[in-house]
């Protein structure tokens, strides 16, 4: 591994953690919350309509949510471009482990709440978002 391969891959994470963020926005609306819906349909395989974006509450909670997923994301990025060079290391420990929190207790409540199959899409999105960043990069790269 690179520091140029890592620093590349953290804009990949940045991405793939804030791309989440505009879906769960627009939830925040009846009249565009349709991707959200489906996401959480699809999320909570199989796809069977079940999701509702009808409720206040709901709405509320994807409000929160694009608004964290999407600030974590630009984060990310800043750090990809305006840290990593100072502090490589320390900046991909700190988006591995933040990424690894997110993983354990989204897959954990995932299950709790009855929706084991939104765990089985963690795994992949959390191999999309670490990808090369669980290896240190080469010290003479």
Known sequence: MSHQLHRFWLKI?????????????????LA?????RWTLDFLS???????????PTTR???ALTGGFLLGWGVMI??????????AP????RSVLIGVLSWFVLDSAGSIASGNPSNAFFNVIILLLAVGPLWKPARQNA
């Open 13 to 29: 994470t940045a991405i793939v953690v804030g791309s989440f963020g505009p879906v769960f926005f627009l939830g925040t609306m």
């Open 45 to 55: 395989w199989p796809i069977d309509e079940q999701q509702d974006y009808t409720a």
């Open 89 to 92: 290391e320390l900046v991909r």
């Open 32 to 36: 565009t919350s349709e991707p959200a």
């Open 77 to 86: 990025w800043c750090l990809s471009i305006w840290v990593y060079d100072k």
């Open 60 to 62: 509320f909670l994807s």
